[in-house]
């Protein structure tokens, strides 16, 4: 049967279609079979979503690393091995570093 919503409220008119007004054991296998793989969607979709947070998570944690490394890196060889002081334009790096860190990090997760 087919529904039909009227004005946006709750109210639901429901009429009978003349292809599904057979009565048998054909259309109770047809009816059985369309639950059936509407209930394995529904389990599929929710395993999908699931999945979906885990990489949005290894995603995350891939991206902040990422940019943990590159500042870290960057520090030990400039003050470190270097022995350079602090510049401004050294803020263009770190900015540039986080922007690497959002691109992985946009990249990573699913949409």
Not at 65 to 87: G, N, P, S
């Given at each position: 049967s087919s529904h039909h919503m009227e004005?946006?409220?709750n109210n639901m008119a429901s009429k009978q279609e003349a292809m599904d007004a057979s009565v048998g054991?054909?259309?109770d296998a047809a009816v059985e079979e369309k639950r059936?793989?509407?209930?394995?969607?529904?389990?599929?979709?929710?395993k999908l979503t699931k999945l979906a947070?885990?990489?949005?998570y290894a995603g995350s944690a891939v991206a902040i690393l990422t940019v943990i490394?590159?500042?870290t890196t960057f520090?030990?060889?400039?003050?470190?091995?270097?022995?350079e002081t602090?510049?401004?334009e050294y803020f263009?790096?770190?900015?540039?570093?986080?922007?690497?860190?959002?691109t992985v990090l946009v990249v990573a997760v699913p949409a």
């Amino acid at each position: 049967s087919s529904h039909h919503m009227e004005d946006g409220g709750n109210n639901m008119a429901s009429k009978q279609e003349a292809m599904d007004a057979s009565v048998g054991p054909t259309s109770d296998a047809a009816v059985e079979e369309k639950r059936s793989s509407h209930k394995n969607k529904s389990v599929l979709r929710a395993k999908l979503t699931k999945l979906a947070i885990q990489i949005g998570y290894a995603g995350s944690a891939v991206a902040i690393l990422t940019v943990i490394i590159l500042i870290t890196t960057f520090c030990i060889k400039t003050f470190i091995y270097q022995h350079e002081t602090w510049k401004n334009e050294y803020f263009n790096n770190f900015v540039k570093f986080f922007i690497i860190g959002i691109t992985v990090l946009v990249v990573a997760v699913p949409a």
